[in-house]
């Protein structure tokens, strides 16, 4: 109480109040309680302020660790070995690609897996003594809501150059022979090619060709999550007849304002629709990313052909992106090398002097620094190594090491067992005897 209204309640009390001190008092008492009041208010809105940041943030902190949680029980999740799936749906997305639903033959529940992961199948091919061993990305998320896994598979033709050669066993198989119906033997969702679902930062998708797969799938898990996360979706193919998954990838982008689709055709047919089947015309290049992309501050994923990769991940560099934020899928051999994988010139130096011993074919020779890997030096040697995806993903070049070591040209997606190597994605680090 201050001063006044104490010397206004002393003259009360002495018996000689006047008009004029009573409205003094009863002013002094109205003002210090509308002090009062103000002070509380001020408090309270505070408080309240205090509060709603604090449950903001306890709110963001659950949201995190709900990710994590999921995220922790994707990467436990799977299952060993051969698992039976059933083709419940094989549907043609346009020339030479099918996409395949398939579902789990024993009825039991799917397990989830991060967007950007793939399938390995062992198909049992006709004529063939051992199953051929082939990886699918999956083309579709799983929001915990569908029931099934789905493949986009492009048939692999002969070489433009050498068409006296088959056509791929692997997708022709699925393209010509696969039907609905049929029962496949597939290994669990495995990769480390795929989207951080806990991060929010904005990300640019890039692909080319059947590299759509791991793309749609992760823009399709984007939507599926209700998250706002801002992804420019850049997509190149010639014209209408490659656009795979055209309805799906349009109605994405139709109902998300997040994600901004970008079709690029490179040589449009006359029935194409500049505006409608696609935004751009030429290739999806650096000069393009430049000119749609508010900045260069994004993450990157890149799956498509080795040219396409190669000429992207060079543009980026140049654009002054960090390597660390670009991310590759290669469905083949690695055609993009990281800046790590190529030998300096004293390990080139080094290189020379290794020797590699293939012992069961009973050849000794001397290492050669411009093979690509192991197993393409053995190739060139007449030394028969199984192969698969040559991108150190279905483990099908496994070799067992007699001595020496190796050293790996990308992280294989496979762990090979202790004293083996995945040849398709490694170069000897010394002298090495190999089971082979
Ligand atoms: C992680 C990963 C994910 C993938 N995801 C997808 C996907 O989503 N969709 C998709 O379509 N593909 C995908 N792939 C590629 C896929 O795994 C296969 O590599 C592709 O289907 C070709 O396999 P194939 O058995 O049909 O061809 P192969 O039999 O391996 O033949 C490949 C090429 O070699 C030619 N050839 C045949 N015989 C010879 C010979 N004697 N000498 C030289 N050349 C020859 C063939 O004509 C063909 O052009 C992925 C690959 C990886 C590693």
Redesign the pocket.
Known sequence: MNATLIDSLRGVSGGSLSFAAGFALLAGLLAWLAVEIFRSLLRTFAENKQQRVALEKLRAQLTETKLRCQSAAQAESGWNGIRKFAVTKKANECDD?NAFYLKPHDGRSLPPFKPGQ?LTFQLDLPGRDKP?I????L?DCNDGKKDFYR?????????PD?PE??????????TDVVKEGDILNVKAPT?H?FLDMTKMNPIVLLAGG?GI??MLCMANAIAASGSKREAYFFFGVRNVREHIHKAELEKLAAENDNIHLHIAYSKPSEKDVKGKDYQHEGRVGIELLKEVLPSNNFEYYLCGSGAFMKSLTDGLEAWGVPDSVVHF????PATVKKKAAVPTQAETTHLQKVMVTFARSGKTVRWEPSAENILEFAKAQGVKIDS????G??GSCVVAMKSGDVTYLKKP?TTPDAGTCLTCVCRPKNDLVLDA
Not at 134 to 137: A, D, H, I, L
Not at 151 to 159: A, G, Y
Not at 329 to 332: D, H, K, R, S
């Open positions: 690609v793939y051929l082939r990886c699918y990305s083309s493949v986009t598979i492009k048939k692999e033709k002969s070489p050498k050669l088959p056509p791929g066993a692997g997708s022709s198989f699925f990769g090619f059947v797969t791991p899928e290669a469905f083949g698969g995806c040559c991108a993903s279905c997606d």
